[in-house]
Each structure stands twice: as C-alpha cells, then as structure tokens.
C-alpha cells in the first residue's frame, strides 16, 4: 500500500524527469515546491500535470488545476493518497 | 506561400531594457480622446449617426496616417512578392486603415449593440465544423490571427451559446506610448477592452494554461490567437515572408485536453460580419517537444497564413501602430 511519504517521492522523482531537472539525490529529498525551481512556467506546469495524471491514472478536477496546488508536492501527494488509496 | 515552419524551439523573450518615454506622446492623447469624449458620445448619439462619423473618419484616416502607411506597405511588399508602389498593396492599405477605424468604433458599441438583437447581418460559415469538433466533449481550441472583426466575433458567439475564453497580453510593450499612456491610459484601454470582450485571461496569469485546460476539459471553447508571440514556447517560422518567432504553448494544452483546433476567421464589422470555421485539425503525436511542434504547426501556419493573404486588409496584425 502507498504512503503519502512513498506518493511524494514519486512526484519528486516524476517532477526530476519531466521537467528535466536534473537534481542530486540529496536535492531531491528535500524539493517539496516545484515553483521554487528555476524555470517552472505555465509550459512545465503542463508537463508535470500530464506525467502525474498519466503515473497515478487519474485525471485533475477543474478545482486542482492551479500551479500553487500543482508545485505543493506535499499537498499533492496527500491529494494523491486520499483520492487514490490503494490504487495508486 | 511560405510558411515551413522549422521550428526551432527559440529562446525565451529576452529582458528588453526599459524605453525612456517622454511625459506624453500623441498616441496618449489618441487614447485620452478615444476612452473619455468619444466614448461618453458613443453612449447617447444615435447609432445612424455614429455609423456615418465612423465611415467618415475610415475614409479620412487612410489619406492621412501616412507614416503608418508608408509602414505597412513596406510590411505587406514581401508578403505578397511585391515593391510597395504596386498599386494593389495601396487598396489594401486603404481598406486596412477603414477596418482599423471601424473595429475601433464597434469596440465602443459593442455593449450598445449587444443589449438588443442589432447585429443585422451576420454570416456563419460550417458552424458544423465547430459542432463536430465539439461533439467528442474535450472542448476545442479556435486558433486564429488577429482579425479585426474578431472581438465583435467573439462577443456575437457568446450570445448564440458559444461562450469562448480568449488568451491575450494584458499589458503589451508598446513603444508608441508615452509615460502617461504607458502608466495609466494603456491601463484603462485593455480594462475597457477586458469589459468589451468579457472571459478573457492574461498570457500572465501563471495558471493561464490551467485554466485554458479547465475549460477544455468541461466541453468548452479556448481561442488563441497564434501569430504574435505570446507564449512560453515559441517557435522560429518563416511567416508572410518574415522569420518571425510564433507560439507553440497552445498545442500541448490541446494535447492534454485531447481536444482538436479550429481555424477561425473572423471578417467584417457589427454591420456584416462574418464567422469561418474551418476543419478541425487534430494533433499528431511525436517523440519530442520539437518535433511535436514541427508536425503540427506546419499545416496550421499554412492555412492562417493563406487565410491572410485572401483577406488582407482584414488582418490587424501588419503593422504596430
């Protein structure tokens, strides 16, 4: 079963990936916002949005889709979980 | 025609360094007359009237704005593989200088005319290929030019159940502008535009694409007008007859949405207007961003670009001025 801990790491390592951030491990345990990151716009938001939605096969409602909730990984992994569960 | 897109992805906008500007410039005052006199005239002179001012200063304003016009023929020459003494350029720059005047006129009637069923003549051309694009219930993206007719458009498929979020710039550079204009006047300008447009969102809004996303994801209709460069990313293409940079962004919320794009022009004024969809296109898939990008602006710069050289005059997009 996922935890919201094992959730995060996921969003870490899918925001890794799909924005092509390139980070050490030790940046990666400790990214929790992705719009501190130097170069999130409107365009990667997207990228990361999709790679989300396609990792945990659900699909946004209109009410999540907003970068601050997008780049909050804790509050989205916590979102994950709870809409989820076992399934992610 | 001309429109290979080779996009190469570009380099962002670089940081311009900011304009001196003097206190004010003429194109201040145009703005000043424009928002507060005339506009207050246009709230209670009868619109008979008003239409036969309008016609008047169309006709005038082509004889007299010479540095814009000198500007735009030296813009439409290699678009149309041509000097700027061709007699048939100078029409179109006739024409062009009356649709600017009258879009400006029918931006100040458009509340007037839409509180009452007065648009006496309006062409809408294969609507059925809007009512198929939306019929999958993804939404669909209108991708256009800057037409001058369309915000009267816009405004006019609202009414008839086709409620359209249009992208823009809230506060483009503008290097005409005066500090006045640029402080306070090109302010109110895109307020009273905002008003006369209604459900419109800002290039940047950081949730500009979410919110383009959200809305094609309830079933509704985005437009995106893709011959400026207003976009997080753009791509370089060969453009009537300029390298010029034009946006991409657009096409990977379509992709997320699922959703296809409809090319749409828009002619006329509020007193014949004319609506063109054309087919839906739907996305093709591709390994990259480049390459997704290349595949699928190609065709659509094609056929806008086509759409421009029938209606030439139609097109605000020419000249800055």
């Not at chain 1, 396609?54 to 909050?72: H, I, M, V, Y």
Request: include cysteine.
């Amino acid at each position: 079963m996922s935890t919201p801990d094992h959730v995060l790491h996921r969003l870490r390592l899918l925001a890794d990936s799909s924005l092509n951030l390139n980070l050490t491990a030790g940046e990666l345990a400790s990214l929790t916002r992705l719009d501190e990151v130097a170069g999130f716009d409107s365009l990667s938001v997207l990228q990361f949005l999709a790679a989300v939605e396609r990792e945990f096969g659900l699909t946004f409602e209109r009410a999540q889709l907003r970068a601050a909730f997008l780049a909050d990984l804790p509050g989205l992994a916590a979102y994950i979980e709870a809409h989820c569960g076992k399934a992610c | 025609m001309q429109t290979q897109a080779d996009t190469t992805l570009a380099p962002p906008h670089s940081a311009a360094p900011p304009l001196r500007r003097p206190l004010i410039r003429v194109k201040d005052l145009a703005w000043l007359i424009y928002l507060y006199p005339v506009r207050w005239l246009t709230l209670i002179l009868p619109l008979r009237l008003l239409y036969a001012v309008g016609d008047v200063a169309a006709v005038c304003a082509s004889g007299c704005l010479r540095r814009p016009r000198q500007a735009l023929l030296e813009r439409l020459a290699p678009a149309f593989d041509t000097t700027p003494a061709d007699p048939r350029l100078r029409a179109i720059a006739d024409q062009f200088f009356r649709n600017a005047i009258l879009r400006f006129l029918d931006d100040l009637l458009m509340e007037r005319l839409f509180r009452q069923p007065r648009l006496p003549k309006v062409e809408l051309v294969h609507l059925d290929n809007l009512t198929q694009a939306l019929s999958a219930g993804r939404g669909a993206l209108l991708v256009g030019n800057h037409w001058y007719a369309g915000r009267m458009a816009k405004r006019y498929l609202a009414t008839i159940g086709f409620p359209i979020l249009a992208i823009g710039n809230h506060a483009p550079e503008d290097r005409h502008a005066g500090w006045l204009g640029k402080r306070f006047l090109q302010k109110r300008y895109m307020a009273f535009l905002g008003r006369t447009v209604g459900d419109f969102i800002s290039t940047r809004d950081p949730d500009c694409s979410l919110k383009m996303l959200a809305r094609l994801r309830s079933g509704g209709l985005v437009r995106c007008l893709v011959d400026t460069p207003q976009s997080q990313a753009l791509v370089e293409s060969s453009f009537l007859g300029q390298k010029t940079v034009l946006p991409a962004g657009f096409l990977h919320v379509a992709q997320l949405a699922g959703c296809p794009l409809v090319p749409l022009h828009c002619l006329g004024h509020s007193r014949h207007l004319t609506v063109v969809f054309g087919k839906p296109l739907l996305l093709q898939s591709a390994p990259d961003q480049k390459s997704f990008a290349e595949r699928n602006l190609a065709e659509l710069h094609r056929i806008l670009e086509q759409q421009i050289k029938d209606h030439p005059a139609e097109w605000d997009g020419w000249i800055r001025w």
